[in-house]
């Protein structure tokens, strides 16, 4: 099956899907959507009151917000794809539970799989938990971490800028680095594949801002063993979190 077709299928399973409780107040389940293959992925959490009528990802209020994001960082939402870790909607919008994530969380390995991003961002708590169980959000926001093979970006949720307007700064700050992230990710996966950079790359990133990882970092030291993963706990907006950890390769 290339890419196209198991995308087309998984949206198919998870319209008709009642693997988790969460089919019964749906009206419309959100698969996803965006090419089949690209270089940037995006994953929100669930779907809101509008994304629920719809079908389609991020078309309320937070959808809004993250189309000025995209185009802050220089993207369209043509060319990446939106997805979010449960695809249909929380009654009230509440948190996922722990057993409606781990219901979904095939669906979304499935798109990840096939559509191969060299980045994903992820969007709040629930979705960066998916990649890094033992992150907290306050201190790993805006940061690259190699997941699998991946270059997993976290970055607070849109929604949350959109309650707490003193994040909107920082939202757009991080996203203002993505450029970057990508460059550096298809750097490293140059070298993966052909063992060289292109020739037409440099091969070193300039030095970059201080919120980024420089390749070296990238490729530095592993970290040190997870601990025994909590379910995401709820953002008290502190700092005291463990440093974002490196699975590297
Ligand atoms: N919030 C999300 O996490 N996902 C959506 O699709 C919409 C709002
Ligand atoms: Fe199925 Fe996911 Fe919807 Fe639950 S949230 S019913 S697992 S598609």
Redesign the pocket.
């Known amino acids: 099956m290339d890419s196209a077709e198991v995308i087309n299928e998984v949206a198919g399973q998870?319209a008709v899907?009642?693997?988790?409780n969460?089919?019964l107040s749906?009206k419309n389940?959100v698969p996803g959507e965006g090419p089949a293959q690209v270089e940037l992925m995006f994953i929100g959490e669930g779907p809101g009151f509008y994304e629920n009528e719809q079908g389609r990802p991020f078309v309320g209020q937070a959808g809004k917000f993250l189309d000025e994001l995209l185009a802050s960082a220089g993207v369209t939402r043509a060319e990446v794809f939106i997805t979010n870790v449960?695809?249909?909607r929380p009654p009230g919008n509440r948190d996922p539970l722990p057993d409606?994530l781990s219901?979904?969380r095939g669906?979304l390995e499935r798109q990840i799989e096939a559509l191969n991003p060299t980045v994903i961002v992820t969007l709040g708590r629930y979705s960066m938990a998916h990649f890094l169980p033992n992150a907290k959000i306050s201190s790993a926001h805006g940061k690259a971490t190699w997941v699998n093979g991946r270059l997993v970006v976290a970055m607070y949720h849109p929604a949350a800028a959109l309650h707490q307007p003193s994040l909107k700064e920082t939202v757009l700050a991080d996203f203002s680095h993505l450029p970057e992230f990508i460059q550096q990710a298809k750097k490293v996966q140059q070298v993966r594949t052909s063992g060289k950079p292109s020739a037409a790359e440099p091969a070193a990133a300039p030095a970059p801002e201080p919120a980024q990882q420089s390749l070296l970092d990238l490729f530095g030291a592993p970290a040190p063993a997870p601990e025994a993963p909590p379910s995401p706990q709820p953002d008290d907006g502190d700092d005291d979190s463990t440093p974002v950890q490196l699975s590297l390769f």
């Open positions: 998870v899907c009642q693997k988790c969460l089919h749906r389940a449960v695809k249909c409606e219901a979904c669906y």
